[in-house]
């Protein structure tokens, strides 16, 4: 029993230093700003709830196990700073309110306005790499009439090349069409 304790412990030694660092992931460069261009951009309800007990006022649906994302793409202008319309559904107006991009991270707040609803506001939270990024957006809304709710979604971003003359549609307004 004690051989057995003891050849276990020396293989564990020879085994933590043996320098092999190939199952350790290499961390990604922290980056001062999204490099300006177009981002290819995929959205996913994680979460919807009613927030007054109706049905949400929103085309946007729980992604089921499984499911393929609609892409949209973005461009990002410079200085990193990414367009509102990447965070909204079609047909809202929104401004920034406050923002945070350095060092890898996004912190964004966005008020926004659906014509004939009511006002919508999205928080922002997430990390990015130069030519990427990943956030989860959190939308509370404050309807005049029913529909308010609550909604998570994740949102991912790869930059694909420099923007186009006409951007495409954001993935949010791909699945409100």
Request: hydrophobic share 30%; with cysteine; glycine share 10%.
């Amino acid at each position: 029993m004690r051989k057995t304790i003891l050849g276990l412990a020396g293989a564990s030694l020879l085994a933590a230093c043996s320098g092999d660092t190939a199952t350790e992931p290499k961390p990604e460069a922290r980056a001062d700003a999204l490099k300006p261009g177009e981002y290819e951009v995929t959205a996913k309800v994680d979460e919807l709830r009613s927030i007054d007990n109706s049905t949400p006022a929103t085309k946007m649906k729980v992604a089921a196990a499984g499911e393929t994302l609609p892409a949209g793409r973005a461009c990002v202008g410079e200085g990193g700073a990414i367009d509102p319309v990447t965070f909204a559904e079609s047909g809202d107006k929104c401004r920034p309110s406050s923002s945070y991009l350095r060092g890898g991270r996004l912190s964004l707040q966005y008020n926004c306005t659906r014509a004939g609803t009511g006002e919508l506001t999205q928080l922002v939270d997430g990390q990015f790499t130069a030519d990427s990024f990943e956030a989860q957006v959190m939308t509370s809304t404050y309807f005049s009439g029913a529909g308010d709710y609550a909604m998570t979604r994740t949102l991912t971003g790869k930059r694909v090349g420099d923007c186009p003359a006409t951007p495409d549609k954001s993935p949010q307004q791909k699945a409100a069409s």
